[in-house]
């Protein structure tokens, strides 16, 4: 039986992972004590990874494909398929981003002032290439983790670390000096199994089907009746993401309208709505919209 080896981030990404999953329509059960979770299709087998080392089992075929960030994937220059951007949250617009932090009193300001200094990170081999190729030499050392405690304490000149909201940044009295990356969640594959043409078509399966339920995020249908005279009227109160799904009502001059819009602004049109002569006005949620 063919069968789809497929790696889940485990750590911060682990529940939202498994919650999309099920919106998409695969129900992943982990237990406490196993690192092996069961999965509602029979061609999938899964196992929970740390994003950091996933680039590089999928790269070396232990794994089919699996989700983990850009980031990962340049730390280890993994040479795999990258076949869809994951982007988890729509509550923040900022993506997550890879930044160069110092001291708030530290006297340097420019990337270039870090010339022979000291630098801790989790991102070791990307930070080292990246200031190589801006030629500035500096010794880039692992952090096992707390790095923003290493260079408030002076134990390092700067650091290299991941914020989305810059809160622990600034509550460590630290300042931002220089961005070197933006990152998001990909899902990725494997050369030699996206090569596979079953392989290949399950991970487009489950790309499309993930992908889907992220559009869905936020979005909701919104349905209603109408009278035919009051057609224009309602139509130019509706957003959406293409022309609404209109259908004559049996032996009727009224009107069936379905839509899609985003969640946050039903509460507006919908009084808007019933003033233009909607009635019977339905919202109910979307888990995926492809």
């Not at 730390?75 to 617009?93: F, G, M, P, R, T």
């Not at 810059?166 to 030699?192: F, P, Y």
Request: proline share 4%; glycine share 6%; aromatic share 6%.
């Amino acid at each position: 039986m063919n069968k789809l080896k497929l790696g889940i981030p485990k750590g911060s990404l682990q529940n939202a992972t498994i919650d999309l999953f099920k919106r998409s329509g695969w129900v992943i059960n982990v237990s406490s004590r196993n690192y092996f979770p069961a999965v509602d299709d029979k061609n999938v087998s899964c196992a929970l990874i740390r994003a950091q080392e996933m680039a590089g089992y999928v790269d070396k075929g232990t794994l089919d494909a699996g989700l983990t960030g850009k980031d990962w994937i340049l730390e280890y220059d993994s040479d795999v398929v990258e076949v869809a951007d994951l982007i988890y949250s729509k509550a923040s617009q900022k993506p997550a981003r890879w930044v160069v932090a110092v001291p708030g009193d530290s006297p340097f300001k420019r990337i270039e002032d870090l010339k022979g200094k000291r630098i801790s990170t989790e991102l070791v081999n990307y930070t080292k290439r990246y200031f190589n190729q801006l030629g500035i030499d500096v010794e880039v050392e692992f952090s096992w983790g707390a790095t923003e405690a290493k260079v408030v304490e002076g134990l390092v000149d700067a650091i290299v670390e991941i914020t989305e909201t810059e809160s622990t940044i600034r509550a460590h009295g630290l300042k931002i000096i220089h961005e070197i990356m933006q990152t998001n969640t990909k899902l990725i594959a494997n050369k030699t199994a996206w090569k596979d043409p079953w392989k290949r078509a399950k991970i487009e399966q489950i790309s499309l089907l993930l992908q889907g339920a992220l559009r869905a995020d936020g979005m909701v249908g919104l349905k209603m009746n109408l009278p035919e005279s009051k057609m224009d009227k309602v139509m130019e109160l509706l957003p959406s993401l293409q022309a609404p799904t209109v259908a004559n009502l049996y032996r009727s001059e009224w009107l069936s309208v379905e839509t899609v819009v985003a969640e946050t602004v039903v509460r507006e049109i919908v009084p808007k709505l019933l003033n233009a002569g909607a009635q019977g006005i339905i919202e109910y949620p979307l888990n995926k919209l492809i």
